[in-house]
Every structure is written in C-alpha cells, then in structure tokens.
C-alpha cells in the first residue's frame, strides 16, 4: 500500500497545467518519483484527487485529463489483474506512459530551448523594428467542403438573387454652392440685413444649413458681405457690405 | 564605387536577412563567394571599430542587426515595442513541428496530450508554421513544417541550428529512488 503523502505540495490549480501530461510530470516531478517505476496506484489516485475540479474547464479540455484519468485506472488493473493471454512476462502496462512521458518531456526540453533562443535573438533589434515586418500574406487554405456542399451554396445563393427585393431610394437633390451664393445675394438685394436662420428656414435640412453657411463664408472673404454674432450660441447675422456700421448706431 | 560599400549599403536598407545570392545580383562584378569574403571584411572592420551593429547569419541570410549589449538601450527608448514572446503551448508546438516536421495536427495532439487546433492556426497565422503536404491515409491529413520566418523568430541560421535531440537531457531519468 503507498503511503499517504502529505499533499501540500500536491494542491494543484488545474488551470495551470497545459494538459493531463503536464499534471502527471508534476506530480512525478514534486514526489521525485522514478518515471521507470512508478507507482501507479498512488499517482493515480492523485491524479483523480488533482482534477475532482475538472468540471471547472471547458468541455475539451477537462476531456483530455478524464481521457488520462482513464488509461491510468486501465493500468492500475492490468497490473492488479494480469490477463491471462499476456504471453510476454516482460510486458509492462505502464510502458508505453512512461515512453509518453519521456517524449513529452523531451519536447518540453525542446521548447525551453527555443524560448531560450527567442530571448536571444530579441536582444538584437534590426533597422526599422518600429515598424515590424508585415507577415507574408496568408496560405491558400486547402478547400474542406465537399462538392454537393458547394453547389448547395450556390444554389442558394441563385435563390436569393432571383428575387431583388422591390425597394425604391430616394435622393435629395444635391445642394449647389452657386445656387445658395446667388440666394444669399438675391436675399440681401432686397435687405441690408438678414438671419442666417431665416435664409436656411425654406428647406431645413442640415446639408442646406452646412452650404448656406460656407456660402456667407465664402461671400465674407470675397468682401460681399460680413457676418456679426454677438455673443456665443446668439443669433448669426448677415449683413450686406458697409450696412453693419448703420445697425451699430441703430 | 566600392563592391564592399554597396553591400554595406543593400545590408543598410534591408530589414530581412538577404542570401548571399540575393546580394551578388546588385552588381555585375559580384557572385556568391565575392560577397561572403566582402561580408568577412565588413565584419571585420565592424568589429575593429566597436559598431553598435554587426553581420549576423540568420535564416540562410545575412542582416545588420544591433549587438545585445545595446538591447537595454534600445529598450529604454519607448517606440522599441519589447519583444514578442512566444506562450508555452506555442513553443512546445513548434518544437514538435520543428523536430518532426513534416507532421499533422494528430501527432502534435498525441504528444502534448491535449487539443492543438488553436495553437496551430495562431502559428501559421503568424506565419511560423505551414502547411507543407498532405499525408496519407484518411482525410489527408495537413502535415505542417516551420518557415523561414521561423528561423528569423529565433535567430537561426537554418534548421541545422536546433539543439540535437540527443543534447536535450531528459531531467526524469536522473530522479531519486523512493518508493522501491
């Protein structure tokens, strides 16, 4: 029977561990247990102990350490119960885990190299790393979906273009910066004054706001006309050329 | 003009490694092994005067890139975005695809024990890893190998640069005996 060991150093938080071979490297690892004879019964029943929270993960991740939970159990009882047709005295039901292991720690090994080689080439920096090299455009994906798939997309595809939908979109006329220069002119022919409100009062729109309003603007700077405001938000006055010095004394 | 000054100047505008090859073909008077010996002097002469850059062998390549001493310099200055390391299950993807390329998507599951569908589309994404057969048997499986871009990632010269595998110790096999 195996000891019970004291399991500090054994409480795990499963979503630390990349996967069930991960967890079983650990807690072969923390116990300094010997990969060519391990004791099954005991890992697996710390195994079982370490992922009761398994429930927690996403459904394929907490697959992969049931899936493992699995083949340890299986192991345990074939070294309980031998069966019988096992010809060959040698053969050992924790082998091919152990060679699982091994190879798993082997490219763990691997790829700390590699980080180790990243960490190195990061510390030479090449002309223009501000602007990273744009990664090379993306593989052609080979194409998954069968024939039939296909024409059923296609053919879907022709149904709903068959019919287009009877709709009608209705454009406003385009506002005319010439149009609205000679308005304003024409405008302040009859008066030596006018509210900017009162010219964009016929039609409303903001479109016709935004014209009217660089159409003064643009009379402004042309000398035509001015524009005198007397306080923020106040009304916006337009007045003909030499006219505002009358309202002044008004 | 100096052939060793044009290639200084190619090396200058680069920001990727260029082959030897790529090198020779800005001037008429140049092949392959005109270039590395004009490389050999550059460095030499880099090394001579303490530049902050030198030539390093990168992905079958050559490219200017600064010494690591200066990399703390150029760190502190803030547009250097710091280096983009790789996740652990990434790394340990690319080490299978590294080792056993070419290698499908089942392999990698097998080994690391886990799924590795995310993992791989965010390598070959980044341009690390692609598709480069397809395999045998049911489905055709893609088989993955690694690019150049992956040489680049981590500084190697080619595929040759990965440790061996019989250098990779396997720490299990040297664990104490407790339980016999």
Same mark, same amino acid.
């Given at each position: 029977m195996d000891e019970a060991l004291p399991l500090d150093p054994l409480a $795990?938080? @499963?979503?630390?561990?990349?996967g069930p071979l991960d967890l079983l490297l650990h807690l072969i690892r923390e116990q300094d247990i010997d990969v060519f004879d391990i004791p099954i019964a005991r890992i697996t029943r710390q195994f079982l102990d370490a992922i009761a929270? $398994?429930?927690? @993960?996403e459904l394929e991740r907490a697959g992969e350490f049931v899936e493992m939970a699995a083949t340890l159990i299986r192991i345990k009882a074939r070294m309980l119960f031998p069966r019988p047709d096992d010809d060959d005295e040698e053969a050992d039901p924790r082998a091919e885990l152990v060679r699982r292991l091994l190879e798993y720690e082997h490219f763990r090994e691997a790829a700390d190299r590699l980080a180790v080689s990243e960490r190195e080439r990061a510390r030479h920096h090449a002309k223009g790393y501000v602007e990273p090299r744009p990664a090379p455009a993306a593989h052609e994906v080979p194409l998954e979906s069968t024939w039939p798939e296909v024409w059923e997309a296609v053919l879907a595809l022709a149904e709903r273009l068959r019919e287009p939908e009877p709709g009608y979109t209705v454009r406003g006329r385009p506002v005319r910066m010439e149009e609205k220069l000679t308005y304003v002119l024409s405008v302040l022919a009859d008066a030596p004054r006018v509210e900017f409100a009162s010219l964009v009062a016929p039609w409303g729109t903001r479109m016709h706001a935004v014209i009217s309003l660089l159409a003064c603007l643009e009379l402004t700077k042309r000398g035509t006309l001015r524009l005198r405001q007397s306080a923020p938000f106040q009304p916006l006055w337009v007045f003909r050329r030499g006219e505002e010095k009358e309202a002044d004394a008004a | 003009m100096r052939p060793d000054r044009m290639v200084e100047a190619l090396l200058f505008a680069s920001d990727a490694p260029l082959s030897a090859a790529e090198i020779a073909r800005i001037d008429e008077s140049l092949d392959e092994q005109r270039v590395e010996a004009l490389l050999a002097g550059l460095r030499l002469e880099y090394e001579r005067e303490g530049r902050a850059f030198g030539i390093f062998e990168i992905a079958g390549g050559y490219q200017l890139l600064t010494r690591p001493e200066y990399a703390p310099v150029l760190e502190r200055f803030d547009t250097v975005p710091p280096p983009a390391r790789l996740s652990a299950p990434a790394l340990e993807t690319l080490a299978i695809i590294a080792y056993r390329q070419p290698v499908g998507r089942a392999e990698v599951e097998e080994i690391r024990g886990v799924g590795a569908g995310g993992v791989l589309k965010t390598l070959q994404e980044r341009g690390l890893v692609e598709v480069v057969a397809r395999g045998e048997g049911l489905g055709r499986p893609l088989l993955y190998g690694t690019t150049g871009l992956f040489l680049e990632h981590f500084g190697f010269r080619s595929i040759e640069d990965l440790p061996r595998p019989e250098d990779l110790p396997v720490v299990l096999t040297r664990s104490v005996e407790r339980d016999g």
């Open positions: $795990v938080r @499963l979503e630390r561990f990349q929270g $398994v429930e927690r @993960l | -």
